[in-house]
């Protein structure tokens, strides 16, 4: 790894920044010569406000790893997403308020929408008086295009298609606007715009997350006059408080202050900073490193601190404010589980899948990723970030209950099998842990690492390819693309979710029972039985073994020194760059 020399310099700076600001501040919020405090304790902005403040003004620099696109229609990774909510509106969003990140709120609509039939039917009505940066308003038909644009598989590649899954008619499919024969581009019959203010959505099936599915960048609007196809992510048109003035390699992406966003229209963004300049493709290390100097604001890449830089997080930087008082730790919501497929022997039987699940030891699995301060041991198919999922015993090995269930599966003396896993360092090494434990029992395992590119598209997420190749267990990471219980549950355990490509349900579960419960879990109105009825989902499918759940993600984000409003936007994984201002 490099830049160890600019790790050195950079905590040199901020002892000396620190110093400075112990000397003339003390307490949290602003001391009395005007410079902040740099931290105002750990965790500070997970469940309230790091340094709050409503000092317009300067700008906020933000750095990442690399972006996959600034298209709102193309974009798959969480932190683009937070970085969109500058220039992207939708109809309802994420709320910026501490406790209520996970919740959705109002954001182009004047509500978060009204279902007459249990989520089949969706209604929102637009607010009036907001516009495109142009300074066309925005109306329902601009809606339905940007929605339309993920239908266009062969030009707009690389986003959510949820979309696609919900309003396609499969004896009809819609090609997009790019082939959309209609004069105004505008021929998919599952989405209705009687009026500039009025959008109903139509769905295939009922859908009680479908707000959710709103809430993504690739739900937000776009002029079909302005759209330039797969170019439009070089200059995508701003419905937000800001837009992109320079995409440049050396320089980063610069976002200024878009006159036309109003205020009044916008209750989560507060757009204090003049400008917002994104350094893009820095490494872990670099991104801590800049943190530490000084040299930026927020880190958006979700995946935390370096090792190097955890390690120095009970040390004091200067006076009395340690580093640990700039971090705020959270659960990202990525289980890294084992699936078994369940047409795979011998993981045909239930009991062989009980014995490589009573072998495992979790405790160790967590040492091998890191830790207790990259990881959270779990046997559950339920993040930490939801409420009220089912009770977690956090069992250790039980060797003589595998051996036991080896027994009862008609393979005393163990068995063979394949685990596939993608070829990244941390996932082999986990792999290999899980290797060694089974080997006890005496199941022996074949660790066969594949491509990371193509290793949840192709090669475990085509159900004839895993048969094909004998694998019997699948070392995948798991993360839903919104914070409900459906969203994490469904295309894992749901077997009316398999397919032949691109397939989630790693484990091939095709329980009718646990489908019916996810059939009552969605018909469920009141949202405390709702709560329940997901948790009888994720017991029921925990109890046929097809999956290991073993540990979940941890990680901690360092606010910047000049950060101020540090509120962790937990689906995000991040500080909300809707409200971050600096000083």
């Known amino acids: ?52 403040s409503d000092a317009a003004g300067g700008t906020l620099r933000v750095v990442t790893s690399e972006v996959d696109s600034l298209d709102p229609q193309r974009s798959y990774q969480p932190g683009v997403w937070n970085l969109m909510r500058l220039y992207t509106r939708t109809l309802v969003t994420y709320a910026s308020e501490p406790g209520r990140t996970g919740e959705l709120v109002p954001d182009l609509a004047t509500d978060t929408g009204t279902t007459p039939d249990g989520g089949l039917t969706w209604t929102f009505t637009l607010k009036q008086g907001v516009s495109f940066e142009g300074g066309a308003p925005i109306t329902s038909r601009d809606v339905k295009y940007g929605i339309e644009r993920s239908f266009a598989s062969d030009v707009v590649v690389g986003g959510p298609t949820y979309v696609v899954d919900l309003l396609d008619d499969p004896d009809n499919p819609y090609a997009g606007p790019y082939q959309d024969e209609a004069p105004d581009k505008l021929g998919l019959a599952a989405i209705e715009t009687p009026d500039d203010l009025t959008v109903t959505f139509r769905l295939r099936s009922a859908q009680p997350d479908f707000p959710y599915v709103l809430a993504l960048p690739s739900s937000s609007p776009v002029p079909a006059g302005e759209d330039t196809g797969a170019a439009y992510g070089g200059d995508p048109v701003s419905s937000g408080p800001y837009a992109i003035t320079t995409v440049d390699a050396a320089t980063g992406i610069v976002l200024d202050r878009n006159p036309q966003w109003d205020q009044a229209t916008d209750e989560v963004r507060t757009a204090l900073p003049d400008r917002i300049v994104v350094r893009t493709g820095l490494s872990n290390l670099e991104r801590d490193q800049a943190l530490l100097a000084g040299s930026a604001d927020v880190d958006i890449s979700g995946t935390g601190l370096h090792a190097a830089t955890e390690s120095r997080l009970a040390e004091g930087a200067g ?5 640990a008082d700039r971090v705020d730790d959270l659960t990202t919501g990525a289980v890294r589980l084992l699936a078994l497929p369940t047409d795979v022997a011998p993981m045909t039987s239930p009991d062989c899948r009980a014995a490589v699940a009573a072998a495992i030891d979790r405790r160790a699995v967590q040492e091998t990723v890191g830790g207790a301060d990259d990881a959270v041991r779990t046997s559950q198919l339920w993040p930490r970030s939801l409420d009220g999922g089912p009770e977690d015993p956090d069992p250790g090995p039980d060797p003589d209950a595998a051996r036991a269930a080896l027994e009862a599966c008609g393979q005393p003396e163990g068995f063979s099998t394949v685990l596939a896993v993608p070829d990244a360092s941390a996932s082999v090494a986990v792999a290999e842990e899980v290797r060694d434990q089974l080997a006890e029992v005496g199941i022996t395992v074949e660790v066969r690492p594949l491509p990371a590119t193509t290793f949840y598209a192709t090669d475990v997420g085509s159900p004839d390819n895993v048969a094909r190749n004998g694998f019997g267990i699948v070392l995948a990471t798991w993360t839903a693309d919104f914070p409900t219980p459906g969203s994490f549950l469904v295309p894992l355990v749901d077997g009316r979710s398999i397919s032949l490509v691109g397939n989630t349900d790693y484990a091939r579960l095709g329980d009718p029972a646990v489908s019916a419960l996810v059939d009552t879990a969605r018909a469920a109105t009141d949202p405390e039985a709702a709560r329940g009825a997901w948790r009888e989902v994720a017991t029921a499918a925990g109890a046929t073994g097809a999956y290991v759940p073993l540990v979940e993600t941890r990680v901690q984000l360092l606010a910047g020194q000049r950060l101020h409003n540090g509120l962790v936007m937990a689906p995000y994984a991040g500080h909300d760059l809707a409200t971050a201002g600096v000083r």
């Open 1 to 52: 790894m490099t830049g160890v020399p600019g790790r050195v310099l950079g905590l040199v700076l901020v002892v000396l920044l620190v110093v400075a600001v112990a000397v003339s501040c003390s307490g949290g919020g602003d001391g009395e010569s005007g410079v902040p405090v740099l931290g105002d304790g750990p965790d500070a902005g997970v469940d309230g406000v790091r340094a709050p």
């Open 319 to 323: 006076g009395d404010v340690p580093l």
